[in-house]
């Protein structure tokens, strides 16, 4: 069974920097995609960034230049460093990853997300 579990929010003063950590562990054969998105009370969730691969990356406008996304050396494993937090990035954060199963093929699975506070 696949499982997501993320860490590292928390509350931050404006300007201040968070970095989220997502493991991914179960009976996964490979990881296609890895990627953060965000549910705010304003909006719908928010694509935040991706990797589809190793090494690649894409980011959300409103994100870009100040997350970084990442992938751990276990290549389960991802990361996002986010400098000069905003107070409008403000709200529960989400692992999102595509995985390959013997059982089912490409699947979809999110975390159940981490909380990201930014006080002005």
């Known amino acids: 069974h696949v499982q997501l579990v993320e860490s590292g929010g928390g509350l931050v003063q404006a300007g201040g920097s968070l970095r989220l950590s997502c493991v991914v562990s179960?009976?996964?054969?490979?990881?296609?995609?890895m990627a953060w998105y965000r549910q705010t009370p304003r909006d719908e969730r928010e694509f935040v960034a991706r990797?589809?691969?190793?090494?690649?990356?894409d980011y959300g406008d409103s994100v870009r230049g100040r997350f970084t996304i990442s992938r751990g050396n276990e290549e389960n494993a991802v990361y996002l460093q986010m400098n000069n937090l905003k107070p409008e990035d403000t709200g529960v954060y989400y692992c999102?990853?595509?995985?390959?199963?013997?059982?089912?093929?490409?699947?979809?699975?999110w975390g159940e997300g981490t909380q990201v506070t930014v006080s002005s």
């Open positions: 990797m589809p691969g190793i090494r690649d990356a």
């Open positions: 999102h990853t595509n995985v390959w199963t013997m059982s089912t093929g490409s699947t979809y699975y």
């Open positions: 179960g009976g996964f054969f490979r990881i296609n995609l």
